[in-house]
């Protein structure tokens, strides 16, 4: 009996221990089980934060503006590919770095800041510096720095802004000209006199519509709107310009000459653009001339080019100004211009016309001696 209790209690003791131990070993898979799963959740979490950032990161490094963030104590974290050149020592880049670093303490404040750098190069540049608090639930992450390159924006602005002032001067003087000559015109009652007023009423009506038409061909020909191309042949380009300058050319009794290829020349290309253009070169050479002085035009073939060639004896252009005669407005003597007609929009629109036919507009001039324009456009471009 005290056997068979003792071999009892021995086995509910066996029971007890396997039972306990039992429960510890589920508890044990158990956890381990959790934490398993918990170190995967873990990575996984790890592994998209990791793939954020990298998305991010990337992200940033693709944007065409310098991007600066810092640390709330002002130390750079990340800085993308537009903003690495200006960490360079170099002074232009030093100037830009230090702004980036006070625009970054001052953002860290609290408030948005910005400031622009002139950096005088070359090349001459301005950047646009601005920076901002990054800041969210009233916990403080630092700053991030923007900088972003305003020069061509800048320069587009500035042009447009002289576009318009040139404009209103241009138009300015032939408009006060007319309300005056038209004031005078009305107290008038001496018939000759009024004749004469007519004639100059008229004369500044057209002046005013050639600045017009100047305006009107030159918007057309940089937009390159409604342009055709077509094989056209050179030699009847030419003589289209010919015979619309001729009537300035007669009155200013100078010659025209012109020296044409046996063979003639086709491009491909807008007979009216190509026809303005030489039309402005040669209005050019006769008004720059005085009479008696030749004016020739040469069409050849060089190389890969079919060039025209308009050249005069007139007074020439002082080398310091021959850069810039092509631009728009771009007069060299305005008390002279004034009194020929022209607003600086000619050589401009033959610039357009060349650049529109893949080619390009050259001059050689010397004062006293006479100028040389050649118009060269790529043979490639032939029909
Ligand atoms: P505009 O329409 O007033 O004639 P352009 O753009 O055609 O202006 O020419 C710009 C400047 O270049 C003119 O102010 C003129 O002084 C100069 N220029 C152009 N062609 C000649 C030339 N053949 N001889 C001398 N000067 C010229």
């Not at 021995?10 to 959790?34: D, K, P």
Request: with cysteine; net charge negative; hydrophobic share 45%.
């Amino acid at each position: 009996m005290i056997v068979t209790l003792v071999v009892l209690a021995a086995v509910a003791g066996l029971i007890l221990v396997g039972a306990v131990a039992w429960r510890e070993h589920r508890h044990f898979v158990v956890a381990e089980s959790n934490r398993r799963r918990d170190d995967e959740l873990r990575r996984r979490q790890e592994g998209k934060v990791v793939e954020d950032e990298t998305r991010l990161r990337l992200s940033l490094d693709a944007i065409s503006q310098g991007v600066v963030i810092a640390d709330p104590a002002g130390t750079v974290l990340y800085r993308n590919p537009f903003a690495l050149p200006y960490t360079e020592a170099r002074h232009g880049e030093a100037l830009v770095e230090a702004a980036v670093s006070e625009l970054l303490a001052e953002a860290v404040q609290g408030k948005a800041v910005e400031r622009e750098v002139e950096l005088f190069g070359p090349p001459r540049q301005t950047l646009f510096v601005s920076a901002l608090p990054l800041r969210l639930d009233g916990r403080d992450y630092g700053s991030v720095a923007l900088i972003d390159d305003i020069t061509e924006p800048q320069r587009l602005d500035a042009m447009r802004r002289d576009f318009v002032a040139n404009i209103s001067h241009e138009l300015r003087t032939p408009m006060g000209a007319l309300s005056l000559l038209a004031e005078t015109l009305v107290g008038e009652t001496e018939p000759e006199v009024a004749s004469r007023l007519a004639a100059r009423v008229q004369a500044e009506a057209i002046r005013l519509s050639d600045i017009m038409d100047d305006l009107l061909e030159l918007s057309r020909i940089e937009s390159n709107e409604a342009s055709e191309r077509a094989p056209v042949s050179v030699q009847h380009v030419i003589s289209d310009a010919l015979s619309r300058v001729s009537p300035i050319a007669e009155e200013k009794q100078v010659p025209i000459e012109t020296a044409l290829p046996a063979l003639d020349l086709v491009v491909n290309a807008d007979r009216r653009q190509l026809t303005s253009a030489v039309y402005n070169l040669l209005e050019n050479a006769v008004k720059h001339s005085e009479a008696d002085r030749l004016v020739r035009v040469t069409t050849r073939l060089e190389g890969d080019c079919v060039e025209v060639e308009v050249s005069d004896q007139g007074h020439g252009i002082p080398l310091r100004h021959q850069e810039r005669i092509f631009e728009r407005f771009y007069q060299v003597d305005r008390s002279r211009e004034s009194t020929e007609g022209g607003v600086g929009l000619g050589l401009a629109i033959v610039r357009h016309v060349a650049n529109n036919h893949g080619g390009e507009v050259r001059v050689e001039s010397a004062e006293g001696e006479g100028s040389s324009f050649t118009l060269a456009l790529l043979v490639g471009a032939q029909a």
